[in-house]
């Protein structure tokens, strides 16, 4: 018996390490989060023009096209996380003169991490972003408290496969034209769904944290410019009345309060259906097309008092 216990506790002393040595190892292998925080040691204080949001700016503005820009969107990103990113890191970026923030159809009314199934994506802020919204002494402390990702991560190392990566300039690189999927109206539809989250009653969380980063913006005379990415027909088809409706009283709001521009172009009809990767994410292709009206329009409010294309 004394044996037995004793094979028992080096098993699972052998596990334990083997465990946390694949901690250390995962921690240490580059991801998007860990590739903004070096875009932002190393080019943040040249940076002119900061991209926020959601894999809706990830994949569809290519940063490195544009003058001076870096890109801190990522995928499922709050409001909140663009505005704790931005607060930490902004005294990094002081030439920022310009900041492009996604407003998605579910920008103001998804759930927050903390209170959904998503609040594994908090691990990455504070591994690899050095959020501190939570302490050390907590699972979000942890790649191994999300072990779907960790043990991901590891395979895809002992294999050689490709770790999820983004540009020098925080481009999302997975999305490629060779990639791309078939668009259907049933694909439409089920990704419209799964945004769809308006009787949940996150309203309140997310305008709290849009304003704060709009007043972040101001406050350091950064010029917080608006823009929804074109989505697909399909996509745009089946989003909920309900929720469109709420969406759009609250930025018309938010838009009066703080006279800010918006840049609309999710019914661009220069779109076609090759430019989206899926329904409602543009592809490689896509996201130049759009990158390049983005530049043009930008370019000319250097000339104007605004934007104004509300």
């Keep these: 018996m004394r044996r037995f216990l004793l094979y028992v506790s080096l098993f699972s002393l052998i596990v334990?390490?083997?465990?946390?040595?694949?901690?250390?190892?995962?921690?240490?292998?580059p991801n998007p989060y860990s590739d903004k925080l070096h875009a932002i040691d190393s080019i943040g204080d040249k940076a002119e023009l900061v991209i926020l949001g959601n894999s809706h700016t990830y994949y569809g503005l290519i940063a490195d096209s544009l003058p001076d820009a870096i890109s801190l969107a990522n995928i499922s990103q709050t409001?909140?996380?663009?505005?704790?990113?931005?607060?930490?890191?902004?005294?990094?970026?002081?030439?920022?003169?310009?900041?492009?923030?996604?407003?998605?159809?579910?920008?103001?009314?998804?759930?927050?991490?903390?209170?959904?199934?998503?609040?594994?994506?908090?691990?990455?802020?504070?591994?690899?972003?050095?959020?501190d919204k939570y302490p050390d002494l907590s699972i979000r402390n942890l790649q191994l408290t999300d072990f779907k990702v960790y043990s991901g991560?590891?395979?895809?190392?002992?294999?050689?496969?490709?770790?999820?990566?983004?540009?020098?300039?925080?481009?999302?690189?997975?999305?490629?034209?060779?990639t791309i999927r078939e668009k259907t109206p049933q694909g439409g539809k089920e990704r419209a769904k799964g945004h769809t989250c308006?009787?949940?009653?996150?309203?309140?969380?997310?305008?709290?944290?849009?304003?704060?980063?709009?007043?972040?913006?101001?406050?350091?005379?950064?010029?917080?410019?608006?823009?929804?990415?074109?989505?697909?027909?399909?996509?745009?088809?089946?989003?909920?009345?309900?929720?469109?409706?709420?969406?759009?009283?609250?930025?018309?709001?938010?838009?009066?309060?703080?006279?800010?521009?918006?840049?609309?172009?999710?019914?661009?009809?220069?779109?076609?259906?090759?430019?989206?990767?899926d329904v409602d994410h543009l592809s490689r292709s896509g996201a130049e097309k759009l990158t390049n009206k983005i530049r043009t329009i930008l370019t000319q409010t250097d000339k104007q008092t605004g934007i104004n294309l509300r």
């Design 153 to 178: 991560k590891l395979s895809k190392a002992l294999t050689g496969k490709k770790q999820l990566r983004c540009s020098p300039r925080g481009f999302g690189l997975d999305y490629t034209d060779e």
């Design 198 to 277: 308006v009787s949940e009653g996150h309203e309140a969380h997310n305008i709290l944290y849009f304003r704060k980063l709009i007043e972040l913006c101001i406050r350091n005379g950064i010029k917080p410019v608006l823009i929804t990415v074109p989505t697909h027909t399909f996509y745009r088809q089946s989003l909920d009345s309900m929720q469109l409706k709420s969406a759009d009283k609250i930025l018309r709001y938010l838009i009066n309060k703080y006279d800010l521009d918006l840049i609309d172009m999710s019914e661009d009809p220069d779109f076609n259906s090759n430019d989206f990767w």
């Design 16 to 29: 334990v390490c083997l465990l946390a040595a694949g901690e250390i190892y995962v921690r240490k292998l």
């Design 79 to 131: 409001y909140e996380y663009d505005y704790r990113i931005l607060d930490k890191y902004i005294h990094l970026m002081p030439g920022l003169k310009q900041a492009l923030i996604d407003v998605s159809y579910s920008s103001f009314h998804e759930i927050p991490f903390e209170e959904g199934t998503d609040w594994k994506s908090e691990i990455n802020y504070k591994l690899y972003l050095d959020i």
